[in-house]
């Protein structure tokens, strides 16, 4: 019979059984592999590390090309748990789940309002907006928490005194459950409750690292995206993932069962190893797939008779854009192409990653993560390639080699190439984008010179090329001078809702007013998707 050991544990596997077969089977894959396809070799994320007994596995297919010429057999063997199979009764493999370390960006743009917090201490009571909930004798402290899809932040703040005491980030540990949102409903619809369980553990898992007695965490604000947001809390998320795509407050809003997409509740309700009374609060959702991080980077933002943009570009990327008095909302349905997800040549920022591109005439000039070998390229870089493919006129507007190739070489040591199916996978990811931004300037009657500030949100906006991202039409063609980048104004938006009662209330408030636009309810809405597949400026 052979043996497959994972992360330590003896499973057990068949012959011409796949890795993740038998790796689901013994209810491993959960907190450790991830799978979005599942098992077709298409979205690349079951990735393995083959520590010993690689010559007992069947041969590399296709899918696992990209892997094959990064997998250093003296060190470890890269594979595709999904395609890789047992090929021996007298195999011994040992795997261990791929691990990587993930470029994120902790910080951003800070909210302006002053230090006025809901959690208070009086001698040893706790006090919510002024209401007991609790005793604590000694120093308070309060969690900023942003999940995202991808990856989570927390801040650690001195309730006392609103300083920020700590930072934490991580890879959002639900990635088994699939790169994307809609991947991750659909596993929870499957595994009720796996999902939660996991963001929790891994929390308290931070938690207990943070250089404060637990005990004195008194208060939580979480801010994410939808999914992300009733994932965290326990709610049923199904809604989210078919039409009309409302979470379950939004649809209690709509049968009068509430008036607030907010949630509350209490750290020991969670499993939150706080405060056993310390209180949790979920900001408030937009509307549809526009979530609480959205309604977070609003607190961080000025919000005047200016017309300003802001974009969050994701997995799921979202655009709100106006003034005080009208604002309009829209989420694009951009997929994971921008994180390396689907491409051949993609990766995540990671080690190993390329992050800056320029061609030269006899190849590239690169810019990379780490000091090894380049293993992929991710968002900015792509975004690069494209642009200078384009530049160079050696790619036209759809994405076609001019010399009918349908590739071309990055590197070749290992060998990394930047394929024909590669463009077309960022140009429709970048059409979605594009078509969000142009939809709302449109509806709001303005033009992007209009835009006096055009805000840039997320850990990819920090790296990408302004004129790169222009010259493919990802983003709008407003001036560098008015272009404002602003980190992870989600995690800082949620630390000023934490630090400030009246940002709160002021956000509480905002989510009501804002308009939010269903794209493809657009009538036009598959002309203006075709025409922003173009790999070209967009008109000003
Ligand atoms: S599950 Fe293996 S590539 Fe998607």
């Not at 250093?72 to 370390?101: G, P, W």
């Not at 459950?177 to 409903?185: K, L, W």
Request: one cysteine or more; proline letters at 4%; hydrophobic letters at 40%.
């Amino acid at each position: 019979m052979p043996e497959l050991i994972f992360n330590g544990k003896r499973i057990d596997i068949a012959v011409g059984e796949t890795l993740l077969a038998a790796i689901a089977r013994a209810g491993e894959a959960a907190h450790s592999v991830a799978s979005s396809c599942p098992g077709a070799g298409r979205c690349k994320e079951c990735i393995v590390q083959v520590l010993a007994g690689s010559d007992a596995l069947s041969d590399w297919t296709q899918a696992e090309s990209f892997l094959r010429h990064h997998s250093d057999s003296e060190v470890a063997v890269h594979r595709l748990a999904c395609q890789a199979r047992i090929t021996r009764a007298d195999a011994v493999v040992r795997v261990e789940a791929f691990k990587r370390k993930l470029d994120i960006a902790m910080n951003g743009r800070a909210a302006a309002d002053t230090f006025d917090p809901w959690i208070t201490r009086d001698g040893a009571r706790l006090l919510c907006d002024g209401k007991e909930f609790g005793n604590h004798a000694g120093s308070i402290h309060g969690l900023a928490v942003d999940v995202g899809t991808t990856t989570c932040v927390l801040h650690l703040v001195d309730l006392s005194t609103g300083d920020t005491l700590d930072m934490r980030a991580f890879e959002n540990p639900q990635r088994f459950g699939g790169s994307d949102v809609i991947h991750r409903i659909s596993y929870d619809g499957h595994n009720p409750g796996q999902l939660h369980r996991t963001i929790i553990a891994y929390l308290n898992r931070e938690i207990r690292s943070l250089p404060v007695d637990p005990n004195g965490i008194v208060a939580l604000v979480v801010a994410g995206n939808p999914t992300m947001r009733d994932l965290f809390f326990g709610i049923d998320v199904r809604s989210i993932g078919q039409s009309p795509f409302m979470s379950a407050t939004q649809a209690d809003i709509l049968a009068g069962r509430r008036r607030s997409t907010a949630v509350w509740t209490g750290g020991q309700e969670l499993g939150i190893d706080i405060h056993p009374q310390g209180r949790v609060y979920g900001m408030p959702l937009i509307s549809n797939h526009v979530g609480a991080d959205t309604a977070a980077v609003l607190a961080t933002l000025p919000l005047n008779d200016r017309p300003f943009m802001m974009i969050d570009i994701g997995t799921n990327t979202e655009v709100v854009a106006g003034c005080e008095s009208r604002l309009l909302a829209a989420s694009c349905a951009a997929g994971p192409a921008f994180e390396g997800g689907r491409l051949g040549c993609g990766i995540a920022a990671c080690e190993g990653a390329i992050t800056r591109m320029r061609r030269r005439p006899d190849g590239w000039d690169l810019s990379l993560i780490g000091n090894g070998p380049a293993r992929g390229i991710c968002g900015s870089g792509l975004v690069d390639i494209l642009a200078e493919l384009r530049r160079t006129e050696e790619i036209d507007v759809l994405g076609r080699f001019d010399d009918g190739e349908t590739r071309v070489t990055v590197a070749d040591s290992p060998p990394l190439h930047f394929t024909r199916s590669d463009a077309s996978e960022l140009a429709q990811t970048k059409a979605a984008i594009g078509l969000g931004q142009a939809v709302l300037l449109r509806h709001l009657g303005i033009g992007p010179g209009d835009l006096r500030a055009y805000y840039l949100a997320g850990a990819f906006a920090n790296h990408i090329d302004l004129e790169s991202g222009r010259r493919i039409g990802l983003l709008l063609p407003v001036p560098d001078g008015h272009v404002v980048r602003i980190g992870n104004a989600s995690v800082e938006g949620a630390k000023g809702v934490l630090r400030s009662r009246s940002c709160r209330d002021r956000i509480e408030g905002l989510v009501r007013q804002i308009e939010h636009l269903e794209l493809e309810k657009e009538p036009d809405f598959f002309d203006l998707f075709a025409e922003m597949t173009q790999l070209q400026p967009i008109s000003a």
